[in-house]
């Protein structure tokens, strides 16, 4: 992977030497996709006890194409198991749940990115050296960083079709920021920057012996870490004291350990941490009012 990486650097600095790719930036963070050993348990945790709205899910029936169904549809016969569930978090993004997690197989499946121009961006990617699918998609198509971790990326969202305001008990207003592990710092700066044209003001890489998160706005919504072993989903929530009563309210009931204690987070704002039914881990974060206008309205 590490040769791999250079590979990936090297290349994409001399395709933009030969070409200057074409910047599809802007983009915004659309959600996150895990794994889940246990989908029904796994449910339970971000739906019943974190307070995220499910929109829909499918079932996977042996010899039949899989079955859709919406949350706002009437009851519909059950038949099949359950494949994936699609759950809101705030206004703009959502969480992908996918059954079927293997052991030892990581919990991230992949993070999606929507992009303000999907043609673009696959064509700065492919024009930089990095492995597309072979022909233009107009909705969507998957990438491998060069950490070895899947993201997608998608088109804009339809101006017609905003998502309404889920009501939701958490007080979640979305996905504040990932952090991903990263092995090569100067080729993922290569692939992020120069390839997909995200700027500096969207990921911030972190290298060792400096906090990916110190000090960097809140704009940013990848932070790239060396320091890091393992993904990180930060959430944003406005008032964090009673998210935090909540979730040691609902815990006996649910079965789970109460959260730890509130404390003061990498830039100073206060935090907690918890880990779901797959050991993934969830970061919230207080938001001020500056902080509201999550991105993701590609």
């Known amino acids: 992977m590490v040769a791999f990486g250079i590979g990936l650097a090297a290349t994409l600095a001399q395709g933009a030497a030969d070409t200057p790719a074409t910047a599809p930036a802007p983009a915004a963070v659309a959600h996150v996709a895990l794994r889940t050993t246990d ?8 739906r019943d ?4 709205t499910e929109r829909f899910r499918t079932d996977q029936v042996p010899g039949k194409p899989n079955v859709y169904y919406k949350r706002d549809q009437p009851p519909m016969p059950r038949e099949g198991r359950l494949l994936l569930v699609d759950l809101r978090i705030g206004e703009q993004h959502t969480l992908e749940l996918f059954a079927g997690r293997e052991p030892g197989q990581p919990v991230l499946h992949h993070v999606a990115l929507r992009m303000s121009d999907l043609g673009a961006a696959r064509g700065a990617l492919e024009q930089n050296g990095a492995k ?26 339809p101006p017609s079709n905003p998502r309404a305001s889920s009501g939701q008990k958490s007080s979640l207003r979305g996905i504040n920021h990932v952090v991903l592990p990263i092995r090569e710092p100067d080729a993922s700066a290569a692939f992020y920057h120069q390839a997909l044209g995200l700027g500096e003001a969207f990921v911030a890489i972190g290298r060792e012996g400096k906090g990916v ?10 932070f790239l870490s060396t320091t890091e072993s393992e993904p990180l989903v930060c959430l944003g929530v406005f008032d964090l004291e009673t ?26 704002d206060r935090c907690l941490e918890l880990r779901d039914p797959d050991g993934f881990r969830l970061r ?15």
């Open 243 to 268: 998210f935090h009563a909540r979730l040691q309210s609902d815990a006996p009931g649910l079965g789970l350990t109460p959260p730890p204690a509130l404390e003061p987070g990498p830039q100073g």
């Open 39 to 46: 989908i029904e348990r796994t449910l339970v945790f971000y």
């Open 284 to 298: 919230f974060v207080e938001l001020s009012g500056s902080q509201s206008g999550l991105a993701g309205s590609l």
């Open 49 to 52: 006890y974190l307070g995220l």
């Open 213 to 222: 998160e110190r000090g960097v706005a809140a704009s940013h919504q990848l």
């Open 132 to 157: 597309v699918p072979p022909a233009p998609a107009t909705k969507a198509f998957f990438v491998t960083n060069p950490s070895g971790q899947t993201l997608e990326l998608l088109a804009p969202a």
